[in-house]
Nanobody, 116 residues
Framework: QVQLVESGGGLVQAGGSLRLSCAAS????????MGWYRQAPGKQRELVANILSSGGSTNYADSVKGRFTISRDNTKNTVYLQMTSLKPEDTAVYYC?????????WGQGTQVTVSS
């Protein structure tokens, strides 16, 4: 089992920045990847970015490339999502995700609201 606890959401004006954090606990040695998804009202949940445990390769949605950066601190078992140049269309609930033992684990979600 893997537990994920997110923090860092909030309200920001367009053009601003926020950093999300996701702390993992439990069977962290089995995690193969971690990342962030988001879900806006009336829309499907979509991948924002992820990072592989082995090698640290990253992957981003086209809509956030150049603006968002995913990183990890292995000493703290924490993954971060640095979001810059935020747009109103980035407004959503952001969920931390971990893949471990061929299972998906999710955080509780954190709201990000970008005002125009």
């Amino acid at each position: 089992q893997v537990q994920l606890v997110e923090s860092g959401g909030g309200l920001v004006q367009a053009g601003g920045s926020l950093r999300l954090s996701c702390a993992a606990s439990g069977s962290i040695d089995r995690i193969s990847s971690m990342g962030w998804y988001r879900q806006a009202p009336g829309k499907q949940r979509e991948l924002v970015a992820n990072i592989l445990s082995s090698g640290g390769s990253t992957n981003y949605a086209d809509s956030v490339k150049g603006r968002f950066t995913i990183s990890r601190d292995n000493t703290k078992n924490t993954v971060y999502l640095q979001m810059t140049s935020l747009k109103p269309e980035d407004t959503a609930v952001y969920y931390c995700h971990a893949r471990a033992w061929f299972q998906n684990y999710w955080g509780q979600g954190t709201q990000v609201t970008v005002s125009s």
